[in-house]
């Protein structure tokens, strides 16, 4: 459920914060006071894209949150499975800011990446914008919403089928790289075994080329590395004026006062310490020094080894890992060439069992959709009744075809019949705009069960429609609300009366500026803002008792069944 939508600076919105409540949340306003502010603040929380010139005020960030409660159960240990810390309430605060033309969103103060939030909010709300009933046209998009209606059952069978159509995918190209004349294989074999060889020649030790490189490093610099342990080696020697000489007469004349003086011991103590760890590191530069010398020889072989190793990176990885890893792969590569005949029949055995699972796996998944498109038709028809399509017929067909892809081998598309006598033809062809917003929503509350999505937002679902058919919708609307918080925005007074909570948008003027503001109303307010959807302007009495007639309707049949 959402909880709360807050927006600051943004386009028209100053400052703005919404408190939902569960059913029906409904809001209404004049047209361009900016009602799709809230769908598009909503959408960019989400993660939409945001336009350049989105901010009201240019020199401070937008700033949107979205606050979700969830309830234990499967949903939550999803999004805890997606490291995305939950609050001990349940609650989720989705923060979106958008600045200097850049966004940030955080989930729970972790910040997320576009295709994670995308992947969380599938879990928490659908939104209906005011196009995506065309997306009813596209004959790719049927498949997906049978799928979903056929629920878990499905899913689960198409995750087996594209086990099965990958497998087979993966041997089909395995043999068809396998398609190569005689002469082709063999120069291809000279060259892995010239690259093998090479690699093998090398005699490669793991780590090498790291000590290579500290030792070649040192050679480099031990001219000047000796320069400077030749100048420490005067300052800490014991010969003149040294540090190790200066502390020897330091002990000696400490020495002479430690019978008479109390405490001297001690002092005495700590200075030998420091005279022996100047011997201890005056030893360890003369052994340091002496690891600094070395041959022509040594450094020429150095030299020539740590360019074989590189030339090796150059040619078959960035690490020694990588050129192993190149020598495995051209040596598995060079017995299938070898033995090309043997593994050429076993490629076909493969090839022809993988194409025997994934067809079984297809026959599998397509008799699921069948079942399931009968189904969804009977119940898109009763959805559609519900709609005052009084004569619908609306059949889901699944066509076999011969080609197999990632989701089976099934052509699915929608066919419709809105009046009585009428064959059913598909829905690109037959439904208007009005229509294919209404055939949406029936599909949405068909869909709603199965999706367990718990917030569903409509952006003007009622396009095109008024009088009985607007009050058929807003019934749906009311029904599909006793399962799942529903956010609205309409212009009708037979939906707005259903709201369980309204809201008013107004567009305001001050100091020079145009700003949207959102009010909860009670439900005097309610009233009053019915009238003005049923009569704009001249609102007069006889216009005020029809609308708390209309409120008190819409109440009834609230407190009862629909």
């Not at 336009?51 to 700033?63: F, H, M, N, V, Y």
Request: hydrophobic fraction near 35%; proline fraction near 1%; charge should be negative.
């Amino acid at each position: 459920m959402l909880l709360s939508l807050s927006v600051k600076n943004l386009a028209l919105i100053e400052n703005a914060e919404v408190s939902f409540g569960k059913g029906l949340n409904v809001f209404t306003g004049e047209t361009g006071a900016g009602k799709s502010l809230v769908i598009g603040s909503v959408n960019l929380a989400l993660g939409g894209r945001a336009k350049t010139d989105i901010l009201r005020d240019e020199s401070i960030p937008a700033e949107i949150e979205l606050v979700f409660s969830l309830d234990e159960g499967e949903k939550l240990q999803r999004i805890r499975e997606m490291d995305i810390p939950v609050e001990e309430d349940g609650n989720i605060i989705i923060r979106r800011r958008i600045f200097g033309g850049r966004t940030t969103a955080k989930v729970n103060g972790r910040t997320l990446t576009g295709s994670e939030l995308r992947e969380l909010c599938s879990l928490l709300i659908d939104v209906h914008a005011q196009s995506e009933h065309q997306s009813l046209l596209h004959e790719k998009q049927h498949l997906v919403f049978l799928d979903r209606f056929a629920g878990e059952e499905a899913e689960k069978a198409l995750t087996g089928y594209r086990e099965k159509y990958y497998s087979w995918k993966k041997v089909t190209e395995d043999l068809e790289s396998m398609d190569r004349d005689e002469n082709v294989r063999k120069r291809e074999a000279d060259l892995l075994e010239f690259e093998i060889n090479e690699i093998i020649g090398a005699g490669l030790k793991p780590g090498e080329d790291a000590g290579l490189e500290d030792r070649f490093h040192l050679m480099n610099n031990s001219r000047k590395i000796a320069e400077v342990l030749a100048e420490v080696s005067c300052l800490t020697s014991g010969e003149n004026d040294g540090a190790a000489a200066l502390v020897a007469r330091a002990l000696r004349s400490i020495s002479s006062v430690i019978e008479v003086g109390s405490g001297v011991s001690d002092l005495y103590g700590e200075l030998s310490s420091i005279d022996s760890l100047l011997s201890d590191f005056q030893r360890d530069m003369e052994k340091y020094s002496g690891s600094l010398e070395f041959s022509p020889e040594e450094y020429s072989e150095v030299t020539e080894r740590l360019d074989l190793i590189n030339d090796l990176k150059k040619k078959y990885g960035q690490n020694l890992e990588d050129i192993g890893d190149a020598l495995k792969e051209r040596q598995d590569r060079l017995e299938i060439l070898t033995n090309y005949d043997e593994h050429l029949n076993m490629l076909k055995e493969r090839s022809e069992t993988a194409y025997k699972e994934m067809t079984e796996a297809a026959f599998l998944l397509t008799d699921i959709r069948k079942k399931a498109a009968i189904t969804m038709g009977k119940a898109m028809e009763q959805g559609l009744r519900d709609l005052n399509f009084d004569e619908a017929l609306f059949e889901v067909r699944v066509d076999e075809t011969d080609a197999f892809g990632p989701d089976g081998r099934d052509r699915v598309y929608f066919l419709i019949s809105t009046n009585l006598g009428e064959n059913v033809k598909p829905l690109k062809d037959v439904a208007s705009g009005g229509e294919l917003s209404r055939i949406m929503l029936s599909l949405k509350t068909v869909l709603a069960d199965m999706d367990d999505i718990g917030t569903m937002i409509f952006d003007e679902i009622d396009t095109g429609i008024s009088g009985r058919t607007a009050q058929k919708v807003s019934e749906s609307l009311l029904k599909l609300s006793r399962g799942h918080q529903l956010i609205i925005i309409t212009h009708l007074p037979q939906i707005a009366a259903m709201a369980d909570e309204h809201f008013s948008i107004e567009k305001r003027h001050s100091e020079g500026r145009t700003r949207t503001e959102i009010t909860a109303l009670n439900r005097d307010e309610m009233i009053k803002e019915l009238a003005r959807l049923l009569s704009g302007e001249s609102i007069t009495d006889t216009v005020i008792k029809n609308a708390g007639e209309m409120k008190d309707l819409a109440d009834k049949k609230k407190g009862g069944r629909l």
